[in-house]
């Protein structure tokens, strides 16, 4: 993709990966693709905020060159180490070698872990200013958002804040921003962006957004480092972020399970009738049948999960005990939950169920139900009622 001319004298000069299917180390699934945003600034210093992933480097280099020749800039700014946002920056460092590389004391250290640059560096914090002629930069340390490294910029004559990770989504567009694409899925890629990155760092996020609404300082774009800038209604993502950082969720219900020969997917599916026939919205998901992303991005939002699993040598079936770890470390609040499952020899899975979700923060809100064998008539018709049963639990908590 060319540069995008963003305001004048600042331009888009990132790149598009439309193939990528997978971040992260495979815990992510980016099934829209996903874009590493730079910005150009020309002014009397030219400055260079955020480069893109290592391979896409001379993409955004030739996009540079379309509105200055590498060699002139003065600043790289790095609001963040993490190689999707810094590989490309030894290859521009070796036209600009003279450049100031800009971050906090945390990036400077993982830069040079990285790359062993020999570059000159400037260490920010909060309230540090450039000068970069017309334009001034700021500078807001974010640490765990979502790295300790991580800072936001702010440029006050055009009340554009580039907040590298916060407020991006993982979509490859020909389009660079929020009034040119379909806004549902733009705005279910940035929950999806934030439940599965952001959720556990919800308090952080929360209090870093309070700091900047207290310094009352205008913001009319915001362009991150992932996806699509916001420029008609920057508020609409930041209100959704403060509805996520609280935990706000609605009366509703996932459902995740897995099964070995069907009889726990019987047990779901009654339940999950159960749970609508109250009223109550649900997403039913088989763990295998479903990326993990999608589900995140469901349970986000829900106040009730119920999970369920075919015990096999008394404890969990393996996807769905990798789902519940991941679970886990996001820490949701404000969620009730309980379990079921199918077994044959013996049980073991409801109860390893429970223990996870007790680790992760989720309130165990009934006891669960299980099934041996296949259920029969009568075992379906309980599964029914369970789903029912904490529907209506959910709609007096929700």
């Not at 700021?138 to 702010?154: I, K, N, Q, R, V």
Request: charged share 25%; proline share 4%; aromatic share 10%.
């Amino acid at each position: 993709m060319s540069a995008v001319k963003i305001l004048e004298g600042i331009y888009w000069v990132g790149a598009v990966d439309w193939n990528i299917r997978n971040f992260h180390g495979h815990t992510y699934t980016t099934s829209r693709g996903t874009t590493y945003n730079a910005y150009l600034i020309v002014d009397e210093k030219i400055t260079l905020i955020d480069t893109v992933y290592g391979p896409f480097a001379q993409e955004m280099i030739e996009n540079i060159r379309q509105i200055v020749p590498p060699e002139k800039i003065d600043y790289i700014v790095a609001n963040h180490v993490e190689m999707d946002h810094s590989g490309a920056l030894p290859e521009i460092m070796k036209l600009c070698p003279k450049a100031k590389v800009i971050g906090t004391s945390k990036c400077k250290e993982g830069l040079y872990r990285y790359y062993y640059g020999d570059w000159d560096f400037q260490v920010v914090k909060t309230g540090d200013k450039l000068k970069l002629g017309r334009r001034t930069l700021t500078f807001l340390e974010a640490p765990m958002l979502h790295w300790p490294d991580s800072m936001f910029t702010y440029i006050a004559e055009d009340a554009l804040l580039l907040p590298n990770d916060a407020f991006g989504q993982h979509y490859a567009s020909s389009e660079r921003f929020d009034d040119e694409v379909d806004a549902p899925s733009l705005m279910e890629e940035s929950a999806k962006y934030y439940g599965n990155i952001l959720w556990p760092l919800s308090a952080l996020v929360l209090r870093k957004i309070e700091e900047v609404q207290k310094m009352g300082i205008p913001i009319k774009i915001i362009a991150p480092s992932h996806g699509i800038i916001w420029r008609k209604d920057p508020m609409k993502i930041v209100n959704a972020y403060v509805s996520w950082a609280k935990n706000e969720v609605k009366p509703k219900i996932v459902i995740v399970y897995e099964t070995m020969w069907g009889s726990t997917e019987k047990m779901a599916k009654k339940i999950a009738e159960g749970v609508a026939d109250s009223g109550v919205s649900v997403k039913l998901f088989d763990v295998n049948q479903t990326d993990r992303t999608t589900v995140i991005k469901e349970m986000l939002d829900a106040k009730g999960y119920i999970i369920g699993s075919s015990t096999h040598d008394n404890d969990l079936l393996i996807n769905i005990a990798g789902f519940l770890e991941f679970l886990k470390g996001l820490r949701p609040k404000n969620r009730i939950g309980c379990s079921f499952g199918s077994y044959g020899w013996a049980g073991g899975a409801t109860g390893s169920i429970e223990g996870y979700l007790k680790k992760a923060g989720v309130e165990i809100a009934q006891q669960a139900i299980v099934a041996r064998f296949a259920p029969d008539k009568d075992e379906l018709k309980k599964c029914y009622e369970y789903g029912k049963s904490f529907a209506d639990i959910v709609k007096k908590k929700g």
